[in-house]
C-alpha cells in the first residue's frame, strides 16, 4: 500500500500503529505532531492563540492536541476554532482579534490550504502574528511557517520506492 500527503494514517485506519503498520505497507509519514508545539513556542510571548483548523481532519485534532498540552508549560491559552468555510472564519478571527496579546495557528488540513489567503489576509489585517504548516503560506504573504519541505518529501518518497523495486530494502 502506498499512501502520498497522509498526515495521519493511524486514525485514517491506513495502518495498525506508526511502529507496526501491518500488511505489505511502507512510506514516510509528512508530520509528527510534535511539530505542533513548535508552532506553539514560536508565538510563546503571546498570551492567547487561536488555532484554526478543520474539524473533519483527523490530523487537525491531533494537532491541535499536540499543542493544547505544551501550551500550559509556556503560559498560553489555546483557543481552538472550528470554522469551515471562509466566512465561519473570518467571523471566528474576527472575534478573536478583538482581544489583546493575540496569535494564531494554522494546522494542516484542505481547507486551510483553500482558504489561505483569506486566512492570511486576516492576520495582517489584525496584525496577528501567525505560524502556518508550509513554506507556500510564507510567499502568499504570511509570516512564518514551520514544517517540512513538500517537495523534498516526494522526492524522498520516489527514491525510497526506486531502494524497493530494487531490493535493497525488504
Wanted: no cysteine.
Amino acid at each position: 500500500m502506498q499512501h502520498v500527503g497522509t498526515t495521519d494514517p493511524v486514525n485514517r485506519g491506513l495502518i495498525a500503529s506508526m511502529a507496526w503498520p501491518g500488511r505489505n505497507t511502507t512510506g514516510f509519514i509528512e508530520y509528527e505532531f510534535g511539530i505542533s508545539g513548535k508552532w506553539l513556542e514560536s508565538l510563546k510571548q503571546i498570551a492567547r492563540v487561536m488555532v484554526v483548523r478543520d474539524p473533519s481532519e483527523s490530523s487537525g485534532i491531533s494537532q491541535l492536541t499536540a499543542t493544547q498540552t505544551l501550551a500550559p508549560s509556556l503560559s498560553v491559552e489555546v483557543t481552538p476554532t472550528d470554522a469551515r468555510d471562509g466566512k465561519e472564519k473570518e467571523h471566528a478571527v474576527t472575534q478573536f482579534a478583538r482581544g489583546s496579546n493575540a496569535g494564531l495557528i494554522v494546522t494542516l488540513s484542505g481547507a486551510a490550504v483553500g482558504n489561505r489567503k483569506l486566512i492570511i489576509t486576516l492576520a495582517s489585517r489584525y496584525q496577528l502574528p501567525a505560524v502556518y504548516p508550509h513554506r507556500y503560506f510564507v510567499t502568499d504573504g504570511g509570516l512564518a511557517s514551520y514544517g517540512p519541505d513538500r517537495v523534498n518529501a516526494f522526492r524522498s518518497g520516489a527514491t525510497y520506492v526506486d531502494r524497493i523495486l530494487k531490493g535493497v530494502i525488504e
